[in-house]
């Protein structure tokens, strides 16, 4: 396996960047934005600041392997280990990862707290994918692995076109309905989106199986990866009880592209003939397409 060892960064690492300056990303595996890192920030990430040149000994690692749901490498996967997340969400850098041509990789970690994993995929030979990411905590000592089951990227295997102003509706898999209005959202490049599409995702390819103690009743992952509503939020329905019966509550969820946060962004309950959801909007309502995430309440 090809290893992206963490542990020769150097002061200057030169293409990390944050949420805040970059918005996104236009390639995957790399950022929009590009800054050169001072000494203070990358001493806290690759513990080099001890001044006398050596290299440090990672304080834990994480391994793992990133597949499609046919269980085969991708084709050109863009993963990036951003963190540490400070409390106010934004990580310090997204650190570009190598991946193996077997869909493995490897990270030296140098310092311990909350991270994310982050996973994009451009269209490749009229292959659509549903990115991913998800949040860690690493402490000293870990040795954190995703080979088994491993990371898998859900694949899309058809796109509405958007019209350029005006609500469009999508209508994606499982009842999902999702309004957005092209002129008035913006892909990770900072263009207008054109066109959006989605697929639920296999229980099996969750990282994980409830939320604050809240079971997952179903995932909906969206291609292209990380649409943000640019003003208000984008509309939603789910004309499907989700085999939910009537009256039962539930919590809907998206992901934060850029640090693998989940926010809430309705609540609601099964109606009458479980045939769909109640929902109302919570916060800013559903603001990112990246995956979104249906709990029982």
């Not at 990580?91 to 140098?110: Q, S």
């Not at 909906?220 to 509503?229: H, Y």
């Not at 003003?231 to 009880?241: K, Q, Y």
Request: proline share 6%; glycine share 12%; hydrophobic share 40%.
């Amino acid at each position: 396996m090809k290893r992206a060892l963490f542990a020769s960064l150097s002061l200057t690492f030169a293409f990390a960047c944050t949420p805040a300056e970059s918005g996104g990303d236009e390639d995957p595996g790399t950022s929009s934005g590009e800054t050169e890192t001072t000494a203070e920030t990358s001493d806290t990430l690759t513990g080099d600041g001890d001044g006398d040149g050596e290299p440090a000994e990672p304080i834990g690692t994480i391994d793992g392997i990133i597949l499609d749901t046919m269980g085969n490498p991708l084709p050109s996967p863009g993963l990036q280990f951003c963190g540490t997340i400070e409390e106010d969400g934004i990580p310090k850098l997204c650190i570009p990862v190598g991946v193996d041509d077997d869909g493995g990789f490897h990270i030296d970690a140098m310092t311990a707290g909350l991270w994310s994993l982050k996973l994009v995929h451009a269209d490749v030979d009229g292959r659509m994918f549903s990115g991913q990411a998800f949040q860690l905590t690493l402490n000293e000592g870990d040795a954190l692995d995703y080979s088994d089951p491993p990371i898998v990227l859900p694949e899309v295997t058809s796109v509405s076109a958007l019209e350029e102003s005006g609500e469009t509706a999508v209508s994606i898999e499982g009842g999902l309905t999702v309004m957005l209005d092209a002129s008035t959202a913006q892909m990770p490049d900072f263009s207008n989106p054109t066109e959006l599409g989605g697929v639920v995702v296999e229980p099996a390819y969750w990282p994980w199986m409830d939320v604050d103690g809240e079971a997952i009743v179903q995932v909906w992952g969206m291609s292209p990866f990380g649409i943000k509503a640019k003003e208000g939020a984008f509309d939603l329905v789910i004309e499907d009880g989700l085999g939910l019966d009537a009256g039962a509550a539930v919590n809907v969820y998206e992901i934060e592209k850029d640090n693998g946060a989940l926010h809430l962004i309705a609540t609601g309950a099964v109606n009458e003939d479980a045939s769909g959801l109640e929902l109302t909007a919570e916060d800013e309502g559903l603001h990112e397409l990246s995956w979104i995430i249906v709990t029982e309440g």
